[in-house]
């Protein structure tokens, strides 16, 4: 029991879904970073934990890491899961409730409803590794500071935008009519008497319009993560495309295989940012034959 609580731990910091297949799914949601200001307090990113009963699909993931990691054949790993199970049945019928070590404690309540409660000293979160949470001591004289985010804009007079044209424009004919068989005749004197004002009544004005969208251009950063949500995982390559064909001929839709590390997954839909995947996630539940469906996050 032990070797597949602690794999369920290590998955938990990699992946947004661990399922155990036949029994249930633990599912993590990102939390950002938070500051209660009224008393100091600094939480660093996490991943909150939770249970779902209904996540009992075997998308291969348990089963791959214990392959990989104990040296095991499929039918092995499927095995001691399976075990893993059976004692988690006998456990939650005997004594209500297990503790499956950093990950939390599950209990039963009137023989069918399950309750997580998860274990808020655990870090699933790679990236704040090594990060604590702290209070800062505050002095009782120092005021918050609001800050200006007023876009400052920089106005350029249309009379001055025609005259610095006029002036350059002017400057390029001179000098191109201008013989420089010999450099040394050319001196600044040449230039002494030129008039700004009285070149620009005698050439071309030329002005260019700008736009007030241009002044409020936002610059959009392309995402480098990409976000599926997962509605069917199988062992081969060929099951996966079969259920494609056959599910977007029935539905018209246009789900795709992800097959990577051993593992082909069918994904419902491909988005960039996390918050509209997990309200995508939650829609796509409600429907039927959809309620195990879960999020991928892979880089690209």
Request: neutral net charge.
């Amino acid at each position: 029991m032990t070797t597949i609580i602690s794999s369920i731990s290590k998955l938990l910091c990699l992946h947004d879904c661990v399922i155990i297949p036949g029994f249930g799914g633990f599912v993590t949601n990102y939390e950002p970073a938070s500051i209660d200001e009224e008393k100091g307090f600094f939480q660093p990113p996490s991943k909150s934990v939770g249970f779902n009963k209904n996540l009992i699909h075997n998308d291969g993931l348990l089963y791959h890491h214990l392959v990989q990691n104990y040296s095991l054949s499929y039918e092995e790993a499927k095995q001691r899961v399976e075990s893993f199970v059976e004692e988690l049945h006998i456990e939650l019928t005997k004594n209500k409730s297990i503790q499956l070590g950093e990950i939390g404690i599950l209990s039963l309540e009137n023989n069918s409803i399950y309750v997580f409660v998860p274990n808020k000293n655990s870090l699933f979160l790679a990236d704040s590794f090594g990060l604590a949470s702290f209070h800062a001591i505050i002095p009782d004289n120092v005021k918050s500071i609001k800050r200006d985010e007023t876009p400052i804009r920089h106005i350029i007079k249309p009379g001055l935008i025609r005259k610095g044209v006029a002036a350059s424009l002017f400057f390029a004919l001179l000098l191109s009519a201008m013989e420089l068989k010999n450099p040394e005749n050319v001196a600044m004197g040449s230039f002494a008497n030129f008039n700004v004002e009285n070149a620009t009544q005698s050439l071309p004005i030329i002005e260019k319009n700008i736009k007030n969208s241009e002044l409020n251009e936002e610059v959009i950063e392309e995402s480098d993560t990409t976000f599926h949500i997962v509605i069917a995982s199988f062992p081969k390559l060929e099951q996966a495309i079969q259920f494609v064909k056959k599910w977007n001929k029935a539905n018209d839709e246009n789900c795709i295989v992800i097959s990577k590390d051993g593992k082909n997954r069918v994904s419902y839909m491909q988005l960039f940012d996390r918050q509209t995947a997990m309200d995508k996630l939650k829609k796509i539940r409600k429907k039927k034959g959809l309620e195990s469906s879960w999020m991928l996050k892979e880089m690209n």
